[in-house]
C-alpha cells in the first residue's frame, strides 16, 4: 500500500496508477459539491467550473465571511453514496478523476471509476476540523443560491489526506467488507 | 389574553437563560462528552497497528482534541438540533422556547452551527437553522425547582442509517428477542461505515413507529458505560455490541474490530397488532451535552 502525492489537475495515468488500500495527500485546487449540485448538473446546467483533471469533494462545510474573506470552519467528508445515481454521468461527462467523500459508492460509480479513469478517495467522516487544517484557502463560491452547504466552494488545499478506497481497476473495499461482514453476521444469526 | 392564561402565575426565564444555551450549544458543537471520548480513543488499542482502521481511529483521535482546543465545529454537519428540557411547573415553556431559537441563531451566526434548515419543496436554506421543526424541542415538566436541558446534535449521515423493522420478518424472525437482536444487527450491516462508525446505538422496541422512533433517539442520552436495569436488555445489549464488533465492519466501514462502541434500549408497550423495533444511529461524533440551570437562566451544573 503506497503512500501517493498528488496535485490537482491529475493524470489519468496517475489516477489509474493507484490501487484499493493506497494512502494519497491531495494538494491544489478542489471544488467542494454534493446533493444539490449533482441533480442540477444531471438536469442539464453545465458547472460553473471547468472541472477537467479535478476532484469533487462531497462536503457541506461550515463557512463565515471575516471581513470580505470566506473562512473555512470545519470541512468534513459528507455521505456519498447519495450521488450514485449522478456520479458517473459527471465523471463521463466533465473528466474529473475523483471524488472524495465517505461511505463508498456503488456499482455505477465503480463501473464509471475504471471505464474513464478515477478512483474514490476516502476521508475520515467526521473529521471536520483535521480536513479543515489542510484548507489554507477559501478561493471562491458559485451556486450560493443552493445554500452555504451545497454550493460549489473553491478551496485550496496542501496535503489533504484519504484513502483509496474504489480504484480504477474494479476494486472496492466497500464491496469486500459488505460480503464479507454480510456472511459472518449471518453465521452469528439466532 | 384569554382568561386561563391571565390566572396562571407564569415563571419567565431571566436573559441569563440565553447565554446559557449559547455556551451549552458551543459546547455541544466542539467538545465531545468524556465518555464517548474515553471509548473511541480507547478502541484504539484493539486494532492492528497501521492499518486503516488505525489510522481512521488517530485521525479521530486527533480531530477530538482539535475541535475542542480551537472552539470550532468537531463536525461540519451540526445535525438536528434536539433540546430535550426539564422544567418546573408553571415555567413559561414558550419563553425558553423563543430564547432558544435566538440563541440557535446567533450560535448559526457564529459558526458553533452549519446552516442547516432547508425548506423541503423549494430547496431554500433559511441561513439560520429555524423554520418549521427547526430547532426541536423536548418540554416535560417535573417537580424539581430548576430546568434540565440536553441537547443533542446528530448528523444527517447516521441520521440516514436509523431503520425501523416490523416483526415478524421472513429473513430475520419472529416477534421475540432473537428477532430483536436480528433486526438491530441487520440495521449494522445495512449501515456500513455510511454513519460514520464506530457508532453507538439508541433502540427501541415498541410503540409506534412514531414513538418508537423518538424513544429510540432518547436512548442516546444515557451514558455509555451505564448498565441497562433490566437484565433482559441489558444481555441484548451486549450481544449486539460483541457480535457487531465481530462483523469486521470497522471504523468507517474500513474493516477491523471497532464497528459498535455501545447499544442502548428501551421498551415501550405495542398494540397486539405491531412489534417494531426502531434504531437510531449515531455516528462516533456523538454531540450530547446539559446543564442543570436555575430560574435566574445561570448554569449550575454541567451535565455529561
Known sequence: MALVKLT?????????????????????RLYTGRDAVHHRIHTGTKPPVDLEGHIIYHCGPVMVKEGDQWVCKAAGPTTSSREEPYQWEVMRDYRIRGVIGKGGMGEKTLAACKEYGAVYLHAIGGAAQVCAASIKRV????????????????????????????????????????????????AMKC | MSATAQTIDRISPETNLFESILELI??????????????????????????????????????????????????????????????????????????????VRLATKKGYLRQNSVDSITGKNTGDNTGPGSPVFHFHQWRQPHIEVKLMLKGGGCENMNAQYSLPHPDLGGRDLKGVENAILDCVLQAQGQGCGPGILGVCIGGDRGSGYAYAKEQLLRLLDDTNPDPVLAEIEEHVVEKANQSGIGPMGFGGKTTLLACKIGTLNRLPASFFVSIAYMCWAYRRRGAEIDLGGNVTEWLY
Open chain 2, 26 to 103: 458551543r459546547r455541544t458543537s466542539t467538545q465531545l462528552p468524556d465518555d464517548v471520548v474515553r471509548a473511541v480513543t480507547g478502541a484504539r488499542k484493539n486494532e492492528v497497528e497501521g492499518s486503516n482502521a488505525d489510522v481512521a481511529l488517530n485521525v479521530i483521535g486527533c480531530n477530538i482534541g482539535l475541535a475542542r482546543d480551537s472552539s470550532l465545529p468537531l463536525c461540519q454537519d451540526t445535525g438536528t438540533i434536539l433540546f430535550y428540557v426539564h422544567t418546573p411547573a408553571g415555567y413559561d415553556q414558550l419563553a425558553f422556547e423563543e430564547i432558544a431559537t435566538e440563541a
Open chain 1, 8 to 28: 490537482t489537475p491529475i493524470d489519468e495515468a496517475i489516477i489509474r496508477s493507484l490501487h484499493v488500500g493506497d494512502t494519497v495527500t491531495i494538494t491544489g
Open chain 1, 139 to 186: 478561493d471562491g463560491v458559485d451556486w450560493m443560491d443552493l445554500g452555504s452547504p451545497e454550493a460549489i466552494w473553491h478551496l485550496w488545499v496542501e496535503d489533504f489526506m484519504a484513502i483509496v478506497t474504489m480504484d480504477a481497476h474494479g476494486q472496492s473495499l466497500h464491496k469486500s467488507v459488505f460480503e464479507e461482514s454480510k456472511a459472518r453476521l449471518d
